[in-house]
């Protein structure tokens, strides 16, 4: 049926601690045996769709006035305030033993800060101990005592932010004073972040289910290769010119129809920061703050910084650039629903 496709869809068994992949494909949020048999008899009734992809380059940074930028940090910081942990402490052995990304391309979401911190520290933990992490319910026990590192940085809600540690550059525009109170930046390709969260809207049961629709009216498409940056379907809706949006200050759920709604296949990427308090109230259904959605991304990093990156965190050293941008499609396997 598909054979004029170079990558065949791909379905999800969610073996992991979040698995919000397999949270939008329908296939649940945590594994279980029993159900497996279940499961693998329900892979030839699911449906293909299209599933965005991004790709990270990294770039040196070019640091015009090492003194501006060192007064900008001291303004930027009250005198009584230090930097973060994860800035200051940049000689942890937790960051010197991942220093380089396992992959350039990813899927689900990427983000930078606080929360990045949190999860290396995590992941660093549990490759030390892994006797200790023996299944995804005692891994989210865990995770709560780990961003116990930081309760000093949550605790100073508002009181510090990432602008003097990054820049943040979307299609283009300079949008660095929209994180001036956030402690994570998120670029976020799927509905769901953090074990199953929603901070950027909620989506309705019908949105993934509209991908089903689109992919039946392009499969007909040729596709190139899943490896070339150019994996878009032939279509002339994919070809549209993706401009930068109003740039929205909001954290609850109003004015949502100011911003678009997500929608993995249609080649944007969605911007959103978090303080400390946003960091907990997206569990219990808040939202973040919405920045923008855009085709490509660029942030500078001043400062070392933690990034977490589709499960995979790492370190990456001050000075730095990394640029985010579209590359391409693969066909995933959405579970039927009944």
Not at 55 to 63: K, M, N, R, S, V
Not at 142 to 161: D, H, M, Q
Not at 208 to 232: A, C, E, L
Request: hydrophobic residues 35%.
């Amino acid at each position: 049926m598909y054979t004029s496709l170079n990558n065949p869809p791909v379905s999800i068994c969610p073996l992991g601690t979040g698995n919000d992949l397999s949270r939008v494909l329908g296939w649940g949020r945590y594994y279980n045996k029993k159900r497996l048999v279940t499961m693998l008899q329900q892979i030839p009734n699911a449906q293909p769709i299209v599933l965005d992809r991004w790709q990270i380059t990294f770039e040196q940074l070019a640091i015009t006035n090492p003194i501006e930028e060192s007064q900008n940090l001291r303004r930027c910081l009250s005198y009584f305030l230090d930097h973060p942990k994860f800035v200051r402490e940049t000689d942890r052995s937790s960051y010197q033993n991942y220093r380089a990304s396992l992959n350039v391309r990813f899927t689900n979401y990427i983000s930078f800060g606080l929360d990045a911190a949190v999860v290396l520290d995590f992941h660093d933990r549990r490759i030390r101990h892994s006797s200790k992490f023996t299944s995804p319910f005692k891994n989210k026990l865990i995770y709560p005592n780990t961003s116990r590192k930081y309760v000093r940085e949550f605790a100073l809600w508002r009181a510090w932010n990432l602008t003097p540690y990054m820049r943040l550059f979307c299609d283009g525009e300079n949008v660095t004073n929209s994180i001036r109170h956030c402690y994570t930046v998120v670029l976020l390709n799927i509905p769901r972040y953090g074990s199953g969260t929603h901070p950027w809207s909620r989506i309705s049961s019908t949105t993934i289910r509209n991908q089903t629709d689109r992919f039946d009216q392009i499969r007909s498409s040729t596709f190139q290769s899943p490896d070339s940056s150019d994996y878009i379907p032939k279509d002339s809706r994919f070809t549209t010119s993706y401009t930068f949006n109003t740039i929205i200050s909001t954290t609850s759920s109003t004015n949502t129809e100011q911003i678009g709604k997500q929608d993995i296949s249609e080649r944007k990427i969605e911007v959103l920061g978090l303080d400390s308090m946003q960091m907990a109230l997206i569990h219990i259904g808040f939202r973040g703050h919405r920045i923008a959605q855009c085709s490509e991304v660029r942030i500078e990093l001043i400062r070392s910084m933690p990034v977490h990156m589709d499960g995979e965190p790492f370190y990456l050293p001050q000075s730095i650039v990394v640029n985010i941008a579209h590359a391409g499609q693969v066909l995933m396997l959405r579970k039927e629903t009944s």
